[in-house]
Nanobody
């Protein structure tokens, strides 16, 4: 069984920084990509940043220049460094991993439970 666990959320003042970590563990042969999504109050879940196994990154326009995604591929871990945080960044941040299990020829998506980020003075 494969699990995805997010950590690092919390309360921060506007203009502050947080680093979120997503770790995938279990019967994993390889991770193809990992994505951070968020769900902010009153909105649908939206993509924040994505990183592939080849470390190609993609960012939503609303975080470009403020957030940075990076990976420690050998550990199936992805970090999301969030700087210059704004109140509108408040929400639950989720990690989605696409992986191939040992002994499998198909890939599977797995979600984490999410971590709360609150930006407030």
């Amino acid at each position: 069984q494969v699990r995805v666990l997010e950590s690092g959320g919390g309360l921060v003042q506007p203009g502050g920084s947080l680093k979120l970590t997503c770790a995938a563990s279990g019967n994993i042969l390889s991770v193809n990509w990992m994505i951070w999504y968020r769900q902010t109050p009153g909105k649908q879940r939206e993509l924040v940043a994505k990183i592939t196994g080849g470390e190609v990154t993609t960012y939503a326009d609303f975080v470009k220049g403020r957030f940075s995604i990076s990976t420690i591929s050998a550990e199936n871990t992805v970090d999301l460094q969030m700087n210059s945080l704004r109140p509108e960044d408040t929400g639950v941040y989720y990690c989605l991993a696409n992986y191939r299990a040992i002994g499998s020829i198909v890939t599977t998506d797995v979600w984490g439970q999410g971590t709360q980020v609150t930006v407030s003075s």
